[in-house]
Nanobody, 117 residues
Framework: VQLVEESGGGLVQAGGSLRLSCAASKSIFSINRMGWYRQGPGKQRELVAIITSGGHTNYADSVRGRFTVSGDLAKNLVYLQMNSLKPEDTAVYYC???????????WGQGTLVTVSE
């Protein structure tokens, strides 16, 4: 059973936009934070953007001003609007959930975003 599911990845040309969505199972409750990480080819997984239950957001420097994280954590939903995409944004994007439900951190299986020249 997949408790966290991402959707919205795909192939887009440089300069284009994509919107990723993530839904966490209702069995995960008392969510403190949801967000997005990515892992590009030959790279380590890195933080992209997060949003807390209080509405605070944080972004990687490489995406600030181009990406926007939003969501309704009470409904276990988070989104990532990605604009002005660059080839270096090509990666598998993972949804991450931090909650007061054991095991306290959950990951989705990832969705591939490919940005062509």
């Amino acid at each position: 059973v997949q408790l966290v599911e991402e959707s919205g990845g795909g192939l887009v040309q440089a300069g284009g936009s994509l919107r990723l969505s993530c839904a966490a199972s209702k069995s995960i409750f008392s969510i403190n934070r949801m967000g997005w990480y990515r892992q590009g080819p030959g790279k380590q997984r890195e933080l992209v953007a997060i949003i807390t239950s209080g509405g605070h957001t944080n972004y990687a420097d490489s995406v600030r001003g181009r990406f926007t994280v939003s969501g309704d954590l009470a409904k276990n939903l988070v989104y990532l609007q990605m604009n002005s995409l660059k080839p270096e944004d090509t990666a598998v994007y993972y949804c991450n959930v931090a909650a007061n439900t054991p095991p306290f951190e959950f990951w989705g299986q990832g969705t591939l975003v490919t940005v062509s020249e």
